[in-house]
């Protein structure tokens, strides 16, 4: 709990057995977090077996993709403030608290991995991965008068129950560039939006998205595309 406000933590899970159970125990070290939810998106390893072995509840989404994965994880999450995360080892639980300090004042908080003394030596976070999160975020700010935006990617990320029943009904992106999608609808809607800094580390277990240049490149294309395609409609 925050206050009166319960807290819900999701987890987007493609094959992460290898920290899941421990990514689960970290959030609810926090101390303040009431509910996890695992979504497991067709693992093919281990990863559902481990989560019923927390106290997280475990969803199945068959729809395969990022952004299915934290959609479904949305719907399912029951608390006042919502924090979407990852169980890859790369956020730490207690940052939820850096978040729910901001969430008296803003409907949405989103991590930015940007910031040089939080991001560990391990950290998958290259010069390209963060220039390219960097631009876009910059590219997002500009086309839709936003706040200072800083890093597009950043999964760990918090929203009040309310702000987010009014963006949901028209999230359409599955794939692996959700984020820009959800902080677009919020800046369509006039939500109060604001960035802090985050820990980010190296990831336990094989990378999906940004761990080769190629499949960076393709999700940073396609989180331009998504950009424009909101500010031509
Ligand atoms: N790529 C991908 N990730 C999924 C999917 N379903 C759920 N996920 C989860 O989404 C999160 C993001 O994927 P990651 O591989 O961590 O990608 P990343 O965070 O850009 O990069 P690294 O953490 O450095 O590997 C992880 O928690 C995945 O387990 C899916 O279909 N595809
Ligand atoms: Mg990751």
Redesign the pocket.
């Known amino acids: 709990m925050y206050g009166t406000r319960k807290v819900s933590v999701v987890?987007?899970?493609?094959?992460?057995e290898q920290y899941i159970r421990e990514a689960v125990e970290d959030f609810f070290a926090s101390g303040v977090v009431d509910e996890v939810i695992v979504v497991d998106?067709n693992s093919r390893d281990r990863t559902a077996d481990e989560a019923s072995r927390t106290r997280a509840r475990v969803v199945p989404e068959v729809k395969?993709?990022?952004g299915h994965?934290l959609r479904r994880g949305l719907r399912e999450a029951s608390g006042d403030l919502i924090v979407l995360a990852?169980?890859?080892g790369?956020f730490i639980g207690r940052d939820v608290l850096k978040l729910l300090a901001y969430s008296e004042d803003f409907e949405m908080v989103c991590g930015t991995r940007t910031t040089r003394e939080l991001i560990w030596t391990q950290a998958?976070m290259g010069w390209f991965l963060r220039v390219g999160n960097w631009a876009v975020a910059k590219m997002i700010q500009v086309l839709y008068g936003g706040p200072s935006l800083s890093d597009c990617?950043c999964?760990l990320r918090l929203i009040h129950r309310e702000a987010l029943a009014r963006i949901q009904p028209d999230f359409s992106v599955g794939g692996?560039h959700f984020l820009p999608e959800m902080v677009i609808l919020a800046l369509k809607k006039n939500l109060r939006i604001i960035e802090v800094p985050v820990n980010y580390r190296g990831?336990v277990g094989e990378?999906?998205?940004?761990?080769s240049f190629a499949g960076t490149l393709r999700t940073g294309l396609r989180m331009i595309g998504i950009a424009v395609k909101y500010r031509l409609s």
């Not at 987890?11 to 992460?16: H, S």
Request: net charge negative; charged share 20%.
């Open positions: 987890l987007p899970a493609y094959n992460e998106n395969q993709g990022y994965a990852e169980p890859d790369t998958n990617g999964t692996s990831r990378s999906k998205i940004t761990g």
